[in-house]
């Protein structure tokens, strides 16, 4: 397995024409385990910071690296625990790039998110080159969209470099008639086989149900109320509704007005058990989990 896992990171590193990438697995494994350990402790907080051209909600906004630092120091501030930075926007009807482009994007801004922001950095990404890349710079988690079934060398660039990884559920297409939770149960199945073989500890991985990925919008409910199901799995959940098109018919619904759904929505699924919030907002989700938490005492 370990002889595997090394051609696979040296056939990596010849298609990104760079042989001299270094990883500090001991210091990612250090911020990887600290990371993990806050969900067992309380809701753990995941801040946005997109330097992409056409994320729905904030496309544009932080592609420089003053500016990517700067809304990540205030996300910190306000309360966020770890950092997610993305350079591919994956909307519905996104465009997809290529790792180059990735890269091209993330190249300039994410040395300085490592070691400015002030918090542990996840890479969301869901290719091996873009990921071997950013854990070199000290990325500790990588968010992959496709649950590790995308990218065959991903779980292994994850394993030798000691980082953790969030497993998220996906589909090429939406069926209407899908019995949603059961696939997702099957995905998962599958993806935690994957990770297992190449060599990922338990301990650092979460799953993510996807939601606003490949369902309808009745599917996106069930899977939220099957949160408590998914937890019986034995790892951390992530969840990840924030300003999505879940909530366009509530009142005040356009993209900047879905916050009042996404608290609803990420309280309710921290009431039944999901422990990681992705969001763009980040103080408002860090009062309403205090409160959250002194009801709970």
Known sequence: MARRKMINVLRILNMTNNASIDIDGLRISRACDAFFDLTGKRPVIMGIVNVTPDSFSDGGLFTSKETAVEHAKRLVAEGADIIDVGAESTRPGHTPV???????????VLSALVQESGAPVSIDTYKSQTALRALSLGVCVVNDIWGLQYDPDMADVIASSQAGVVVMHNRQSTDPELDIVSDMLLFFEK???IAKRAGIPESRIALDPGIGFGKTRQQNYQALHAIPKFRTLGFP???????????????????????????????LAAASGARIFRVHDVIEHRCAFEVYSSLQA
């Open 98 to 108: 290529s790792a180059e482009e990735e890269w091209m994007r993330l190249a300039p």
């Open 237 to 267: 959940l992530l969840i990840g509704v924030s300003r999505k098109s879940i909530f366009k018919n509530i009142p005040d619904s356009l993209v900047e007005g879905r916050l009042l759904g996404t608290l609803s929505a990420n309280l």
């Open 191 to 193: 993806s935690l086989d």
